[in-house]
Nanobody, 125 residues
Framework: VQLQAYGGGLVHVGDSLRLVCAAS????????MGWFRQAPGKEREFVAS????????AYADSVKGRFAISRDNAKNTVDLVMNSLKPEDTAVYYC???????????????????WGQGTQVTVSS
């Protein structure tokens, strides 16, 4: 299984970015996909996740209304559109795939089986 995340970069406060995670080696449509992030000196935290059919979506309170997660089961990709970026959004962003994620555990990194390598997002003030 490979999860390849890309799209990160250096942006300014208020800018937007779109992260993409391309998955291979798994039956993508059967997996819940999630985005997590880790800032320097901090623990990894949940950002957003989407169930296989897109029927259930969860966001961290800190990004709700600014970020949007979506998936394309035909292309095996999951996107994270990030708007109104803030300095506190600076982190390495990881995508993850979970085969047995129930709705109540969508925010837990323990529920995910596979992880990508991460892409750096830096928001400059």
């Amino acid at each position: 299984v490979q999860l390849q995340a890309y799209g990160g970069g250096l942006v300014h406060v208020g800018d937007s970015l779109r992260l993409v995670c391309a998955a291979s080696g798994l039956t993508f449509r059967s997996y819940t996909m999630g985005w997590f992030r880790q800032a320097p000196g901090k623990e990894r935290e949940f950002v957003a996740s989407i169930k296989w059919g897109g029927s259930s979506i969860a966001y961290a309170d800190s990004v709700k209304g600014r970020f949007a997660i979506s998936r394309d089961n035909a292309k095996n990709t999951v996107d994270l559109v990030m708007n109104s970026l803030k300095p506190e959004d600076t982190a390495v962003y990881y995508c993850a795939a979970g085969g047995r994620v129930i709705v109540s555990s969508m925010r837990s990194d323990q529920a995910y089986d596979y992880w990508g390598q991460g892409t750096q997002v830096t928001v400059s003030s």
